[in-house]
């Protein structure tokens, strides 16, 4: 109920957006292009965080309600849909559907990141490799929740370093990205823009909720997806930057913190959003 109350806030331009908030927008506002939109995983209707909940549930009856299936007449199908906990076989049937299906949005979500262990396979012979070896385009992408958040082994990191030493001649394309437009600019892109590429996301868990990781709705509705974002509050004191730090992902919150509380004018912040 908090929920759904939030984003009504959201949508009344009371209140900036929020990760999620943008991921339903995205959805949105390609199936109203009449573009297909599904995504599988172990917990996609939920999200793993609570913080999707793309389906609610009639606690009477049971019945299922998703909001994004119920935009228009006119709109592209919506799925979002639990699968069951086989890494491998769920991300092999994504990637199928994602090769025949080349003008919809293709998603499988990992419960924590480090599961796409499981599919490894899948990874090595078929995502990263299949346009060299067989001419076979996919713009499937793999979202990944990523961050050191104390929860620990299996359940920490995407192994965001496996995903690099595999990529060679631009076969695959890996993010890590720090604002709720990004998100939504990121995944629209991955269906308008004329090419396809396999798309890696190391998805925030702490950043779903951290109410500095919001995005006014004008940066949703215009502009696009950067893949470096510079130090904005640089204005008026280039002269006096004395060292530039170059990061990814949630630990530019902690140095912006840190450079706030400090007060280190000195220091540049840049964020390195494609990696």
């Known amino acids: 109920e908090k929920l759904l109350k939030t984003r009504a806030s959201m949508a ?8 999620a908030m943008a991921e339903a927008l995205a959805f949105a506002s390609l199936s109203m292009d009449k573009v297909r939109i599904r995504m599988s995983g172990q917990d996609v209707e939920r999200g793993t965080f609570s913080h999707r909940h793309a389906a609610v549930h009639d606690i009477v009856t ?4 998703m909001s994004l299936q119920h935009l228009s007449d006119k709109q592209g199908p919506v799925d979002i849909d639990n699968s069951l906990l086989s890494e491998t076989g769920v991300l092999g049937f994504e990637y199928g ?23 490894q396979v899948i990874i090595d012979q078929f995502i990263v490799s ?20 104390g929860q620990g082994p299996e359940h920490s990191s995407a192994r965001m370093e496996r995903f690099l030493s595999l990529a060679a001649q631009d076969n695959l394309q890996v993010v890590n990205l720090t604002t709720p437009a ?5 995944l629209r892109r991955q269906v308008m823009r004329k090419i396809r590429k396999p798309l890696i996301v190391m998805s925030p868990k702490s950043l779903l909720r951290d109410p500095r990781v919001v995005s006014p709705l004008s940066e949703l509705s215009s502009g696009g997806f950067k893949r470096v974002i ?36 000195e220091v540049a912040i840049v964020r390195l959003e494609q990696i």
């Open 182 to 186: 990004q998100y939504f600019h990121c």
């Open 130 to 149: 299949a346009e060299d070896k067989w001419r076979r385009l996919s713009g499937l992408v793999l979202l990944l929740p990523h961050g050191m958040e």
């Open 12 to 19: 009344n331009g009371e209140a900036p957006l929020d990760w």
């Open 230 to 265: 510079p130090d904005e509050p640089l204005n008026g004191r280039k002269k006096k930057v004395k060292r530039v730090l170059l990061c990814s992902g949630k630990i530019y919150y902690d140095l912006a913190k840190h450079r706030e509380e400090h007060k280190l004018s």
């Open 97 to 119: 559907y994602s090769l025949d299906t080349p003008d919809g949005l293709v998603i499988w979500e990992a419960q924590f990141g480090d599961f796409c262990n499981v599919a």
């Open 62 to 65: 049971g019945q299922k309600y």
